[in-house]
């Protein structure tokens, strides 16, 4: 079974550049969550998917942050502009509905630089 | 408000011996914990986990011990090898589907 699989791994922008993670989450799992890793710091989650319906987008940055999940399979987030405090790991995990809904798998996350 | 704390960012262990990870939380909400382990350049992989009307789960090497009283939960692996270095996570759920993180204890075995 293919894990959940992010692209880039790695993003350098300058700041006020606009940037946008992309995430495939295992096949079948309706719940998909975005999480940010700043240095040092355990995850946070962003916002959180059921099928497309976003369920939780409490501790999204609306100003600048804005994620979709069309078809309730693939997910992007995007961030525009980019500010430096931006520079964090972008996560992505999946959760499928039979499993206990706290046992999410996470991608290797995308490491994004602002400059 | 760091309601999940992990006070020690590393740990060195022999290899052989047991590794022990704290963690303490501050809300009287959270009522399932888990631990994740965390690989350079990897997304954290579930590990073990513990609802709160337990206070012992093991898995294999793996054991967590939860002290509801003391908001005070811990992971022990023995006998410890060299592959369980890497960064390991405690997080905690108030049965919302929001897990909140502590900040990382980073595992070292020495050979």
């Known amino acids: 079974e293919a894990g959940v699989v992010q692209s880039p791994r790695y993003k350098i922008i300058e700041k006020k550049q606009p940037v946008a993670f992309w995430c495939n989450p295992i096949?079948?799992?309706?719940?998909l969550y975005w999480y940010r890793q700043n240095l040092g710091q355990g995850p946070e989650l962003l916002i959180r998917?059921?099928?497309?319906?976003?369920?939780?987008d409490s501790q999204l940055p609306k100003d600048r942050f804005s994620a979709e999940r069309l078809k309730g399979v693939d997910s992007t987030l995007k961030i525009q502009p980019a500010e430096l405090g931006d520079s964090a790991v972008y996560l992505c995990?999946?959760?499928?509905?039979?499993?206990?809904?706290?046992?999410?798998?996470f991608g290797p996350g995308t490491r994004l630089t602002v400059l | 408000d760091q309601q999940v704390k992990q006070n020690s960012p590393s740990l060195s262990v022999q290899e052989g011996r047991i590794s022990i990870l704290n963690c303490d939380y501050t809300?009287?909400?959270?009522?399932?914990f888990l631990w994740y382990k965390k690989y350079p350049a990897e997304g954290p992989t579930f590990l073990i986990s513990?609802?709160?009307?337990?206070d012992k789960n093991e898995d294999g090497r793996f054991t967590v011990f939860l002290n509801k009283s003391a908001k005070h939960l811990s992971l022990h692996i023995v006998p410890s090898q060299p592959g369980d270095s890497a960064v390991y996570f405690c997080?905690?759920?108030?049965?919302?589907?929001?897990?909140?993180f502590g900040t990382g204890t980073r595992l070292t075995i020495i050979p």
């Open positions: 995990a999946s959760r499928g509905g039979g499993s206990s809904y706290n046992e999410q798998f």
């Open positions: 096949s079948g799992h309706n719940t």
């Open positions: 998917y059921e099928n497309e319906e976003a369920v939780d």
């Open positions: 997080a905690a759920s108030d049965g919302n589907e929001k897990l909140t």
């Open positions: 513990i609802s709160s009307i337990k």
């Open positions: 809300n009287s909400m959270f009522d399932y």
